[in-house]
């Protein structure tokens, strides 16, 4: 009915404030089978500020679940994904400066330098989704530049934006009516889920730092396991 991808970094976040090997990623990854959890999601930055390349190399060996390899369109990065071969890739922006990612890539404005990234991951048998604002022609770039899957930022959709439901709607819709497979994911909750799973055309839903931080206080499979039960009864209903 609908995916959830779990996002694992700050997983890797925890293991970096103290140092040494614990938590490991990829234990949590393995234990998390079973939960409702479809897939794991892993950003391997730049600065390598949660997962490492280490990290990232076992978690797209892994066969247990598909991998999602978020990634800026760097060289390096194109290369460390084409090489490893996760299920999909997820380009996004990155900023060093940012705490989080505050945003879709701009990608009718920068057709010709995400065109290539996007051509050799393909290449290297990768399934590439772009990480776009709820904007129309944001969602045409995409296909145009051979995107096969658009991820729609729902961060400002959390953060209570006014009409960003419907703009959400309106470009799932659209996602859908070009051909491409549609995903969201930033900032969502137990709260705030359900109308986002509600969508139709949405497959798959990517949630991470809420996951983890509600982990602190049910367990992390307890968590997914709820999220899961939130999103099919949007579906439901």
């Keep these: ?16 404030a103290r140092g040494g090997n614990h938590p490991d990623p990829l234990t949590v990854a393995k234990a998390l089978v079973g939960s409702g959890m479809d897939g794991i999601t892993i950003h391997l930055r730049e ?3 949660h997962i490492r390349d280490a990290d990232a190399e076992a978690v797209c060996a892994w066969a247990g679940k598909p991998v999602n390899f978020e990634m800026a369109a760097t060289a390096e990065m194109v290369a460390i994904a084409a090489r ?11 900023r060093r400066a940012e ?10 404005n920068h057709r010709d330098q995400l065109r290539p990234a996007v051509a050799r991951l393909k290449d290297a048998g990768i399934r590439v989704s772009l990480f776009v604002d709820p904007a129309p022609e944001q969602v045409e770039a995409a296909a145009e530049i051979g ?15 006014l009409g960003e439901m419907e703009r959400l709607c309106a470009a799932a819709e659209l996602t859908a009516r070009l051909g491409l497979e549609c995903h969201a994911g930033h900032g969502l909750t137990f709260a705030n889920v359900s ?7 949405v497959t798959e839903l990517n949630i991470g730092h809420y996951l983890i931080g509600e982990a602190i206080l049910t ?12 999103m099919i009864e949007a579906r439901m209903r």
């Design 147 to 161: 995107a096969q899957v658009v991820e729609l930022h729902t961060g400002a959709y959390a953060n209570g934006r």
């Design 219 to 230: 367990g992390l499979p307890a968590a997914i396991a709820e999220m899961k039960r939130l």
């Design 47 to 49: 600065d390598r500020r």
């Design 195 to 201: 109308p986002v799973a509600a969508l139709p055309q």
């Design 99 to 108: 705490i989080t990612t505050e945003g879709g890539l701009d990608v009718a």
């Design 1 to 16: 009915m609908i995916r959830l991808g779990v996002n694992i970094d700050h997983v890797a976040t925890l293991r970096n």
């Design 84 to 94: 490893l071969k996760p299920r999909g890739c997820c380009v996004v922006p990155e």
